[in-house]
């Protein structure tokens, strides 16, 4: 995707991205370890939740698969 817009300062600045799209087959066959460097920084949950409540997702998730497949 290209995008060029004039901001509210008056300079110019060029957007440039690319969104990787993935089959479904890619998708299921990637692996289901997440490195410790994404989760860190992903999946933490914020520090105010409440013990009670990560007690009970835990108790509601046991045995369940990821929810990739």
Do not use: C
């Amino acid at each position: 995707m290209n995008n060029e817009t004039v901001s509210s300062d008056g300079f110019e600045y060029t957007l440039i991205s690319h969104v990787p799209e993935f089959s479904v087959d890619e998708l299921r066959a990637a692996p289901d370890i997440v490195p410790d460097e994404i989760a860190d920084r992903n999946m933490a949950l914020p520090s105010d939740v409440e013990a009670e409540l990560v007690d009970l997702a835990i108790e509601l998730t046991a045995g369940q698969p990821p929810a990739t497949t």
